[in-house]
T-cell receptor, first 114, second 112 residues
Framework: ETGVTQTPRHLVMGMTNKKSLKCEQHLGHNAMYWYKQSAKKPLELMFVYSLEERVENNSVPSRFSPECPNSSHLFLHLHTLQPEDSALYLC?????????????FGPGTRLTVL | QKEVEQNSGPLSVPEGAIASLNCTYS??????FFWYRQYSGKSPELIMSIYSNGDKEDGRFTAQLNKASQYVSLLIRDSQPSDSATYLCAVNGGAGSYQLTFGKGTKLSVIP
């Protein structure tokens, strides 16, 4: 256990559904991240929050909407997704030294879009 | 575009041998370098970080960094079947950047 938890662990949704992924870190870190991992592709950074403020947004489609209410919690709201959005979605956290820190990952949410 | 290149493998080594994993990166401004291990169906697990040129040892693992050659490697001594996994190299985008660029990973198989 890395101290980063994610729920749900598995999610199947239709293209018209709205769902949310939740991440919580118990490490006292100040930065939190969302990554997407698709088969045969490297991990892709989606969003970064530092002290609840979004600091990176890597051209992610608007059907993915992040929310960071405090430094321990991070959400990814999903709506009108496409089948190609099926992937493993990983949350990570770090101490926050301008991005130089080690990042620790949660177990991930395996998302399937039908 | 910042790139991190790894040989996808699979790399097969016999139990007890040294496994050598290599990674090159394109951004000369990178300042921090990480190796993650990912078992099939699991999330990445941090095993080593390195920030300065040279070697850093932690148990059976040694990370090596050469910034002039833009090269980072991971050596695993006395390889065990439990080391069989995909190893991801990750490189930070420099001071002030939160961007961590990952390679596609090298799949290691340790044969008993």
């Amino acid at each position: 256990e890395t101290g980063v938890t994610q729920t749900p662990r598995h999610l199947v949704m239709g293209m018209t559904n709205k769902k949310s992924l939740k991440c919580e870190q118990h490490l006292g870190h100040n930065a939190m991240y969302w990554y997407k991992q698709s088969a045969k592709k490297p991990l892709e950074l989606m969003f970064v929050y530092s002290l609840e403020e979004r600091v990176e947004n890597n051209s992610v489609p608007s059907r993915f909407s992040p929310e960071c209410p405090n430094s321990s919690h991070l959400f990814l709201h999903l709506h009108t997704l496409q089948p190609e959005d099926s992937a493993l979605y990983l949350c990570a956290s770090s101490q926050d030294r301008g991005g130089l820190d080690e990042q620790f990952f949660g177990p991930g949410t395996r998302l399937t879009v039908l | 575009q910042k790139e991190v290149e790894q040989n996808s493998g699979p790399l097969s080594v016999p139990e007890g041998a040294i496994a050598s994993l290599n990674c090159t990166y394109s951004d000369r401004g990178s300042q921090s370098f990480f190796w993650y291990r990912q078992y099939s169906g699991k999330s990445p697990e941090l095993i080593m970080s390195i920030y300065s040129n040279g070697d850093k040892e932690d148990g059976r693992f040694t990370a090596q960094l050469n910034k002039a050659s833009q090269y980072v490697s991971l050596l695993i001594r006395d390889s065990q079947p439990s080391d069989s996994a995909t190893y991801l190299c990750a490189v930070n985008g420099g001071a002030g950047s939160y961007q961590l660029t990952f390679g596609k990973g090298t799949k290691l198989s340790v044969i008993p």
